[in-house]
Structures are given as C-alpha cells and as structure tokens.
T-cell receptor
Framework: DSGVTQTPKHLITATGQRVTLRCSPR?????VYWYQQSLDQGLQFLIQ???????AKGNILERFSAQQFPDLHSELNLSSLELGDSALYFC????????????FGPGTRLLVL | DAKTTQPPSMDCAEGRAANLPCNHS???????VYWYRQIHSQGPQYIIH???NNETNEMASLIITEDRKSSTLILPHATLRDTAVYYC??????????FGKGTMLLVSP
C-alpha cells in the first residue's frame, strides 16, 4: 500500500461522455502527477500539480483537464470520451526530492464503449 | 524513440538471482539509470537508480558498466512476488516518467 488512493477502481462509460477520476496523495505530499497507461503507448505522463498550481504538462489532450484542491486531493476530468481513451490512469504523489520519492496509486481502469 | 533496450521477457527460478540487462548506448553524461517495476496492473514501483557507480539497496543491486552504455539489475534471491514487468529508463534533472515495454520477468517455483 503506497498511501496514494484513487477512486473509482473501475469505470465503464460510453463514447462522448465525461468522467472524473479522483486521487488523494500520501499525507504530506504536495505534488500530484497523473499518468495514462494503454497497451500500445506504455506509461505516459499527463500533468503535474504542486500545492494547487500546475507545475508540468505532458501529453495531455485538450479534452482532459485536472486540478488540485486546497486539501491537496486532485481530480482528472476526461470529456468527449473516445474508444482510444480506454486505459489505466495512475495518480502518483511525491514529497520534494528525487523521483524515488514518487509513489503510485492503484490506478483507475477506464473502459469506453 | 526508445533510449533503452531490454529483452521482452526472462525466466528465473525461485531463490536464484535474476539478472535483468538494459542497453543504453546513447546515454548522456547527466542521465541517471532508473529501474522501476510494475506488478500486474498495479502502479509502478521505484527500485533503484544510479549514475555511474554500482548501487545496492534492500530490494536490488544495480551494476553499470564503466562506459555507462549498459546496466544490469540484480534481484539476488528472486521470489514469486518478484514476477513483474521491469523498466529501465534514463532520467536527467527534473523529469517525469515515460516507460517503454520493459522486461516481463517470470519467477517460477
């Protein structure tokens, strides 16, 4: 158990819909990262927040957005869903320091039908 | 545009050492070698990292060749719970993680 929690564990929805994935970081961690892992693309970095502010942006689509709230939990919003958005979405959190301090949550498996 | 090359799969007997190779012939001077693993559909887990010296922690050892063009992750006494996909990646400065295909290690009884 990494201490990072993600809800829901599984999500099934239809094309064109919008979903929200939620992440609670480890106690004391100010940084939250979102990643997407699909079978053909591997693990791809989407976006990072640090203490409520966007810190870094990766290959995140315009249909996707995220935010980090004052209590440090984060939400990833996916809209106008397409079949290709089906993937595992991981959240990670970290304390200041190297990547070895980054801990991953269990992931949310999204299936778009 | 993979900067590392790993075998797609390896087998290891339980209790024996698992030696996972990684080639990174175009590594830059400021790039560290990081190893992560991912047990089936769980989040990736950090294992170890190094720049040019060999490193050891409670999970594994990392051997980096003198020319830094390749490295080997060693799990000294593999257990069934070490069955996972192992990723070797190069990271410099502030960076985020992008994994390739990795090596699927199967530890058998």
């Amino acid at each position: 158990d990494s201490g990072v929690t993600q809800t829901p564990k599984h999500l099934i929805t239809a094309t064109g819909q919008r979903v929200t994935l939620r992440c609670s970081p480890r106690s004391g961690d100010l940084s939250v990262y979102w990643y997407q892992q699909s079978l053909d693309q591997g693990l791809q970095f989407l976006i990072q927040y640090y203490n409520g502010e966007e810190r870094a942006k990766g290959n995140i689509l315009e249909r996707f957005s995220a935010q980090q709230f004052p209590d440090l939990h984060s939400e990833l919003n996916l809209s106008s869903l397409e079949l290709g958005d089906s993937a595992l979405y991981f959240c990670a959190s970290s304390a200041p320091g190297g990547l070895e301090t980054q801990y991953f949550g269990p992931g949310t498996r999204l299936l778009v039908l | 545009d993979a900067k590392t090359t790993q075998p797609p799969s390896m087998d290891c007997a339980e209790g024996r050492a698992a030696n996972l190779p990684c080639n990174h012939s175009t590594i830059s001077g400021n790039e560290y070698v990081y190893w992560y693993r991912q047990i089936h559909s769980q989040g990736p887990q950090y294992i170890i990292h190094g720049l040019k010296n060999n490193e050891t922690n409670e999970m594994a050892s990392l051997i980096i060749t003198e020319d830094r063009k390749s490295s080997t992750l060693i799990l000294p006494h593999a257990t069934l719970r070490d069955t996972a996909v192992y990723y070797c990646i190069l990271i410099s400065g502030y960076s985020t993680l992008t994994f390739g295909k990795g090596t699927m290690l199967l530890v058998s009884p």
